[in-house]
């Protein structure tokens, strides 16, 4: 995840990770803006998929993702963002996650869901 280079460049920080679960939060500021002045939707995906990311990379071997979605319930215009990515279902090769994006006070802003691949199991 260290050389996830788009991350860092939208200031994503990895909090923490373990066995099929992770946490990354975004500091929001200016760059995060859309035209009328909330937090882009496609920062917010940027966010929950590098702690999908994470999450279905913490066994071991190589996961990467097939289908995802994503709503959004709730605009942002500043302050931080969290995710956290849980694992729903873990076979040997696939694997199914949900991201939580939560803001600052705790009001869920989008919920993600994933699927993976796992090219290798770590199992």
């Not at 760059?31 to 990379?57: V, Y």
């Not at 190589?62 to 995802?68: E, Q, S």
């Not at 729903?88 to 993600?112: I, Q």
């Amino acid at each position: 995840m260290a050389r996830d280079q788009f991350a860092r460049l939208c200031d994503i920080e990895l909090v923490s990770v373990s066995p099929g679960q992770a946490s990354a939060r975004m500091n929001l500021d200016q760059k995060h803006l859309n035209g009328i002045g909330t937090i882009q939707g496609g920062a917010i995906f940027t966010l929950a998929d590098f702690a999908f990311a994470a999450a279905s990379n913490s066994h071991g071997g190589l996961a990467v993702g097939i289908n995802v979605t994503i709503n959004y319930f709730k605009a942002v215009t500043t302050g931080v963002l969290h995710a956290e990515a849980k694992e729903v279902s873990l076979h040997h090769k696939l694997a199914t996650y949900l991201v939580e994006v939560r803001d600052g006070p705790g009001d869920l802003v989008a919920l993600f869901q994933g699927t993976v691949y796992r090219k290798s199991s770590g199992k």
